[in-house]
């Protein structure tokens, strides 16, 4: 809201980026039908380490000069929400990361927009992380 208390708009702002890791449905089955905690805290872990691979890539716009370019920031304000069903209620254990658009840039000493491009290039290899470190806490559960 304004000043005066009307509301405003911010024409293609964005507030957030949603980030969703999701282990294969065996897993969730496992985890959730098989009431198995030890899945459910592997699975918190391994988005964890996923997200600390992710802020790597954060970076913020810097216009000097006439010039634009990015720099790498190496961080990002995020908040996980688990959950463990479906749209249609079935189990799906998952974790939103919802990455706030913001970064500090140390350079500036100062809050900036998050300019996302090499987070969502490495989007992939991100999710490869998450499997990654799932597949090495899961080993020798039986």
């Not at 959730?32 to 913020?60: C, M, N, P, W, Y």
């Amino acid at each position: 809201m304004g000043p005066d208390g009307a509301e405003q708009e911010h024409a293609n702002r964005r507030v957030f980026y949603d980030f969703t890791f999701s282990p294969p449905k065996s897993v969730s089955v496992a985890a959730l039908v098989g009431h198995d905690q030890r899945i459910v805290e592997a699975h918190e872990q391994a988005v964890k380490v996923a997200v600390e691979q992710l802020q790597s890539f954060a970076s913020t716009r810097v216009r000097k000069n006439g010039q634009c370019a990015d720099r790498t920031t190496g961080n990002i304000v995020v908040a996980v929400f688990r959950h463990d069903t479906s749209r249609a209620l079935d189990p799906h254990l998952h974790s939103h990361c919802i990455v706030f658009n913001a970064t500090r840039d140390a350079v500036e000493g100062q809050w900036k927009a998050l300019q996302n491009h090499d987070m969502l290039v490495a989007q992939k290899f991100i999710e490869n992380v998450y499997y990654h470190e799932l597949a090495r806490s899961l080993r020798g559960f039986g």
